[in-house]
């Protein structure tokens, strides 16, 4: 297979740890118990399928990369909760176009769809579409994981009478020979007969399939899980950017288990924001603009392939008004196309329409390809369904935006950014968007709409994704254009081989912009900066008295950022020092490396306490009986399913080497080499056979409990080597630790990541950020934010996101601390708060602990205070203990 490498970006990552800790709950708390445990929201079956079947949702906005997450959520789901090694998956898609997509990238070795399933299960993988499937093998569905890619409207019927999959097929009957009562008993029968009826949807019952609904937001209907319920599924997963929140009707809310944020996405660099929206009266106008825009972003784009190589051609996308019999004056499509080649002499080659009777887009391979002329797709109300175009930048309608469905279907496909990567050019990482309207602020309104019901943005986020335009004036993006900034202060902290010492620090594309001129102390720099090229410079000039307060006003006046747009009063930025440790004279940012040798050899480990702890319990087996209150009898649903995949599969015979691999495949160890994991799985399996006398035999029947056993008891090794080498290394090494401005992180809006924004109705005034992240409208927490809010020392405060890519942190023996609050105060120290409830207090030892050695290295520079059980005065006391 040919190598594929794709790297999830962290809110995907975060979105399967969600799902692996829910459907690792599943068999333990069952699935109603288990969402509340991750998520402390209610959860509402499925209608129709069995109540403990887990139905969960992925919400993920337009631009997000649901498809790839589906794909890694197979292994997952295989692993997690079906326990199996050949999954069968019912992949459902909203339409023919998305079904041709998606079974082209799952079939395509060199797609990240596919190469997700090749990590979790190699060669043994089956895409199959549903004609394909009607003629599956035994040995295909049994062999690996099997994934038949479907559209739900070719199973939703009332009348089954006619539709294939629910019919006889003699080239599925293998799969119905040899089967065991309790497998006959589940199937659907021809009638008058106890033969099973050798269908599709019968296969499909036998291997309880995971199914998998695209787009889910629409398959909400009682006929659509009535569908679903006739494969009696093991679980449900939805990926959407609008699921139903609540019961509407007949349509069914969704158990939304993880919420990716506009922030997530634009601390990612997945979309282009925020929108540039500029409106005007006259269409003629409005055409122009956008055709102006498009001239200037393809210069910028020339400029941006030149430096660094990659190609990109802004497309416009225009919006035209449908045909009418009562008003001949409408703007349909010919008639744009018409004003473009006839008025504005654009060639016909570079213009698509789709919509109106036509689909030219239909007729292009590779939309993205050098030698394609597109610039212009002329449409009505929404494009071919799958289409996406990272090229396209600008939304220019002439018709009247009346909905903000019909906003939303053009609106998604201009938020792509190319490549998922920011460009160096600012003016490339954002959208554009030209409507004809005398009044922009409903514009505005009705944009924010479709990013809302229709991309999957949370209104308060949306709020700010879109920003009014005065025009497209880009000449000093030229190479050659120089801004320059006001004179760095002259003080001894800013000497000139101060500053000439930072621009040497800058990547090697960024200093050759940069210039200082010693005799007026101006700094200069070609092009507009970007914010990564500020937050560089920032980082770089931390040592440079009144540098911040400069670089901040460069990119302001270079980008021609509106005075509207900006936070009242003046914001310096926001730089938080980080641990370092000296290694061989250099200063390195501490992390887990600077205290564990990698690879780990665990195969010196002492497998003992597993075999004494590790017991097969015969009551465990699939299949247990519980009495309920009520005193019926209750098959455990988790242990049935497993009973029925075991009983459709036939194993070879088990050989201690093959349990070995089997188990060692099933065990992320990215720290440990395969023969050393191999070596202590071994040696783990025959102590316990030597301990309590299981037969090989015995354990391959356990392997599942057996695995997750075994990864439990290697994580248990991990966390006391971690332990024990972060302690010695604070006892060799304590004085070793320092900070430094060069390993400050900045805290910066593009990059600033939460899951949910808050809502509460207390408005803060000293967030340092417009919206804050992931805190409670009430609780601790809050009421510690309302203090710092108030506090007559802090200046700007952040509330630290947990688990975010640029968020503060300290490394503790096992994984990262991520404080509650980051303040900054009057006097320019910086304070870190974790806030702790008594409860809590006892556990959070080792946060102070390496807390307080950050505030000790810093030199007074920084503080850290841990509050405990409404204690908010330990604030006031640590600030002024230490006052400067």
Known sequence: MAGTTFELRHYQKEALRALRSYLGKVPLMGAKTAFYD??????????FVNE???????RIPTGGGKTVVAAHAVGITAREYLQVDNPMVLWLVPSTAILDQTLAALRNEDHPYRAALAADFGRNVSVLSLAEALSLSRPDAEGGACIIVATLQAFRVDNTDGRKVYQDAGALMDHFSGLKPEQLARLEKVEGSERPVASLCNVLRLHR?????DEAHNARTPLSFETLRRFDPSMILELTATPALEANGEQHPSNVLFHVSAAE??????????IRLQTDRDWRITIGQALDCQVKLEEAAQAEQAETGEYIRPIVLFQAQSKSKTDPDRLTPDKVVQFLTDDKRIDRSQIAIHGAGKAELDDIEDISAPDCPIRYVVTVQKLREGWDCPFAYILCSVAELSSPTAVEQLLGRVLRMPRARRKTRDVLNRAYAFVASSDF?????RLKDGLVEGAGFDRLEAAELVKSNTGFEFDDERADYVHRADPLPDSPQAKVEDVKAAIEKLPASLRTRVTFDPATRELAVTRPLSRDDRNLMQLAFAPVAGAATVIDRLFIKSNRIQASELPPGEKPP???????????GELELFTSDHFLDTPWNLAECDPVHFAETFVIREDSKAGEIDVSDRGRMKIKFVGQIHDQLALAIHEPAWTLPRLVNWIDRGIPHLDVTKPAARLFIQKALEALMAKRGYTLDQLARYKYELRRALAEEISRLRGEREKSQYAALFASDASAFETSAELA???????YAYNQPYRGARKFNKHYFPIIGDLKPDGEEFHCAVYLDEHPNVRYWVRNVDRKPNAFWLQLPSGRFYPDFVAMLDDGRILVVEYKGGHLAADAEEKRKIGELWAEASGGECLFVMPVDGDFSSIDRTISSTNP
Do not use: H, N
């Not at 399939?209 to 609904?213: E, G, T």
């Open 38 to 47: 991750v998520t402390s929201a209610p959860y509402r079956p499925a209608p």
């Open 52 to 58: 403990e079947t887990p139905y969960v949702c992925l």
């Open 209 to 213: 399939p995971m199914v998998i609904v």
């Open 265 to 274: 996405l634009k601390a990612e660099e997945m979309i282009k924001l925020p």
């Open 441 to 445: 602020q409903a514009v505005a309104e």
């Open 574 to 584: 926001f730089l938080v020092p980080r641990l370092g440790v000296r290694r061989q």
């Open 745 to 751: 992180l900045l805290f910066d809006e593009q990059t």
